[in-house]
């Protein structure tokens, strides 16, 4: 199969302040920024990335934690990267709150996610252990990872693990 794949949506959600530019930035290395639909709405990425030898196209959308705009990530997306801060308890309970609110708005899909704890370098200020992060990915049904932005620390292995999980999806259909 040569077709080229269609571009996959891959959405960052979560509460201000967890890194979610940060991603974008790394992500963005090499990409284009495109004009969104809605500027207001999210800042968005496409780029082509190598994952398990295989090309993949993934527009990846910044987003502004604000509960008027929520529907319209619910929607957009076809995979989530759902950030906390391990430093931040807050939002790590934001996260949970997110992840109900996905559960409600696209009840019959399986869609992709993956929980992601940021800033796993900054253990002295750790609120939330890595047991409480695994143990509510594993209630809510997506993989999880620890990450850190600032040392690059695991957020290739994010986005190409949900480049995985589409690709799962896709291939079960
Ligand atoms: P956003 O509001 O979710 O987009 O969060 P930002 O990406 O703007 O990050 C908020 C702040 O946290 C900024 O000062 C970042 O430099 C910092 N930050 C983001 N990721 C990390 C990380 O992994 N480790 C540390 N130490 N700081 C981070």
């Known amino acids: 199969n040569t077709e080229p794949e269609s571009p996959y949506r891959v959405v960052l959600l ?11 930035r790394i992500f ?19 780029k082509v990335i190598e994952v398990d030898g ?3 196209v993934v527009t990846l959308l910044d987003t502004w934690d604000a509960e008027v705009r929520q529907p319209c990530y619910m929607q ?26 996905l559960r409600r708005s696209r009840p019959a899909q399986h869609t992709p996610i993956i929980l992601v704890g940021n800033k796993c ?5 750790r609120e939330v252990s890595v047991a409480e992060g695994r143990t509510c990915a594993a209630v809510f049904d997506c993989k999880f990872i620890e990450t850190s932005a600032a040392m690059q620390h695991n957020v290739w292995e994010a986005f190409c693990g949900i480049v995985r999980q589409l690709r ?3 291939d079960s259909k």
Do not use: H, N, Q
């Not at 963005?28 to 968005?44: Q, R």
């Open 168 to 170: 799962l999806r896709r």
């Open 76 to 101: 957009t997306g076809d995979a989530y990267l759902l950030l906390y801060s391990i430093t931040d308890r807050a939002s790590f309970l934001r996260a949970s709150e997110l992840r109900i609110t």
């Open 28 to 46: 963005d290395g090499a990409a284009d920024s495109m004009d969104s639909d809605d500027c207001e709405l999210y800042e968005m990425f496409e």
């Open 121 to 125: 370098d900054l253990v002295r200020r």
């Open 14 to 24: 979560g509460a201000s302040g967890v890194g979610k530019t940060a991603f974008a």
């Open 54 to 56: 295989e090309p993949a």
